[in-house]
Nanobody, 125 residues
Framework: QVQLVESGGGLVQAVGSLSLNCAASVRCVSSVAICWFRQTPENEREFVAGISWSGGGSSYTDSVKGRFTISRDNAKNTVRLQMSSLKPEDTAVYYC??????????????????WGHGTQVTVSS
């Protein structure tokens, strides 16, 4: 059983920056992808960014390209989402998710077996 724990959410003003971390309870092996989804009460769950644990290949949804960066720390078994130039529309609960498919990064939540409890990100205008 893999447990994922998110941290780093909070309140930030527009155009500010925030970093989210996802810590996995077990050592990630090569055939693993870890990604971030987000959801608001009004919208369906949305893929944000994902990274392959082995090759480090990454994928982003168009609305965050150039503003968000996903990275992994093999030694700490964590994935970081660095968010900059934040906009009010980035406000959501952000969830960390993992699967054992790896690459290519799946952008549909149904392909992920493991989920964190989520962390709130609020961007004020």
């Amino acid at each position: 059983q893999v447990q994922l724990v998110e941290s780093g959410g909070g309140l930030v003003q527009a155009v500010g920056s925030l970093s989210l971390n996802c810590a996995a309870s077990v050592r990630c092996v090569s055939s693993v992808a870890i990604c971030w989804f987000r959801q608001t009460p009004e919208n369906e769950r949305e893929f944000v960014a994902g990274i392959s644990w082995s090759g480090g290949g990454s994928s982003y949804t168009d609305s965050v390209k150039g503003r968000f960066t996903i990275s992994r720390d093999n030694a700490k078994n964590t994935v970081r989402l660095q968010m900059s130039s934040l906009k009010p529309e980035d406000t959501a609960v952000y969830y960390c998710a993992a699967n054992t498919i790896g690459w290519p990064i799946a952008t549909t939540g149904g392909y992920y077996e493991y989920w964190g409890h989520g962390t709130q990100v609020t961007v004020s205008s």
